[in-house]
């Protein structure tokens, strides 16, 4: 693609390292040929929203090789081709994208209309993705292959935003009039979605029309196991072919060459209940803030494939550290007697209940009285959003949804944002944010990012505690595994055995 200079302003806004292994695991292209068998995957989050296209099952369908937008993120971060094979912008709120010759799993073709219906389907969505938090936009045809996306507000990080998984397309079949969506057969990947079991299984088979190329499999088979234990046994025993998030006590027992380690830009976090209860007091965030000491959870519950937790942003964005601002002016620690709280975690990721128990001695140490509560993801973050919690620790890859740093900032910690557990709402985090999003250029971006991020900790509405790696079990046979470090993508059409 030929941009103006400043018509790539997207490419730059994202820098991270090219990390040895990602998106790479052998050749990640697909060569043409039938003769690859089935894969078996463990993946650790099952479905919660019946594959719903717009929440967090978006993600589930982008690391199977099911659904593709406009526009991927590549290894540095930036936004390259998809569905779109170029984009220009025409204004300060209007982009134009050229499509691809491509065809939908349901044998339709990918039209400037199906394209323009699938985002304002999506714009329309309730709940709507996290990627289009504070965001309103329009699409409409422009020609033969042609559609322009229009934003209410300038946003010079649209084809970063067009890359989410919630923003997928799907052909006109998906939607319904309720507003659901329906990804079975209507996506455009290399596999088709063709059966989902009960939220513990899913089939996938090979879709032969995919644009890029014959998938070397012919199909996957999905098992959603929310045990790290369960998972790492279904990989040694040979019952599955790739383990997503092996738990890191389980890695000394894989077999050599099979643990792929990579950094990501996860970051677990203590999230306050900002709206409610105790820590709706800021001396008493403080308090709790200081209990903690994140070098005991970095050193043993992850047993060093994390880093001590530092910000919203960790070391997989090298970007950050040279940028980060002291927050300033917190409120002082209040002194807590037996002040009693509730804090809650999912055990899909089985540290995370570990960090509970530690975070719960410091608590209890320093004063508090601590009662923990942990379920399975699907089953608790709805009741976190709620402020039915004192606390939640949740682990957060921060560059999931956009690519774009200041993005998670706006979803997570702005009184408007759709995933804010910690339910904060301080007028000034909205206008540090409103900053960072109204800043086009890269550099001026990321510093506009960092001192959001600091009225953010001011707050003490997030104690950022490690800053995680990952693990994927995969046998020592298998090729193509896509290492990604934004989390969106594990099998592709180069994935075989």
Sequence with gaps: MRFARRRRLASGLLLV??????????????????????????????????????????????????????????????????????????????????????????????????????????????????????VRLTAEPAGERRVRVTTAEPDPVLPLRLSSPGLAVLSAKAYRKKGTADPVGTATGPFRLTKAGGGDRATLDRFDGYWGGLAHASGVDARFIADGTARANALRTGDVDIAEAV????????RKGTARELA????????????????????????????????VLAK??????????????????????????????????????????????????????????????QLEKAGFTVEVEVRESSRIEGDALAGKFD?????RNTMLDTGD??????????????????????????RAVATAEATADPAERQDAAMAAEARILRTDATVPLVHQRIVHGVRASVRGVLLDPYERALIGPGTRR
């Design 300 to 361: 043993d519950v992850y047993e060093g494939h994390a880093d001590r937790g530092q910000g919203v942003f960790g070391p997989a964005l090298t970007w950050a550290a040279g940028k980060r601002e002291e927050p300033k002016g917190r409120a002082r620690a209040a002194r807590v007697h037996g002040t009693a709280i509730t804090l809650a975690t999912y055990d899909n990721r089985p540290e995370l209940p570990e960090v509970a128990q530690v975070l719960q001695q």
């Design 405 to 430: 740093p200041v993005s998670i900032l706006a979803s997570d910690f702005t009184c408007d944002g759709g995933y804010n557990l910690a339910l904060l709402c301080d007028k000034r985090v909205d």
């Design 247 to 254: 738990p890191v006590a389980q890695i000394p027992s894989l």
């Design 264 to 295: 990501t830009a996860r970051t677990t976090s203590l999230l306050l209940n900002t709206r409610s209860g105790p820590f709706a007091d800021p001396g008493t965030r403080a308090a709790a803030r200081a209990a903690i000491d994140t070098s």
């Design 391 to 395: 606390a939640f620790v949740g682990a």
């Design 17 to 134: 390292p090219l990390l040895s292994g990602c998106f790479a695991s052998g050749d990640p292209s697909p060569s043409g040929s039938a003769s690859g068998g089935r894969l078996r995957v463990a993946l650790a989050f099952p479905p919660s929203e019946n594959f719903s296209p717009y929440g967090g099952d978006a993600t589930l369908l982008s690391r199977l090789g099911v659904t593709e937008g406009l526009t991927r993120l590549d290894a540095n971060g930036a936004a390259s081709p998809a569905l779109a094979e170029s984009w220009r912008q025409e204004n300060g709120r209007s982009w134009l994208f050229t499509l691809r010759e491509a065809r939908f799993q349901d044998g339709t073709d990918v039209t400037p209309a199906a394209v323009a219906t699938a985002l304002t389907h999506a714009a329309r969505a309730e709940p709507g993705p996290a990627a289009l938090s504070g």
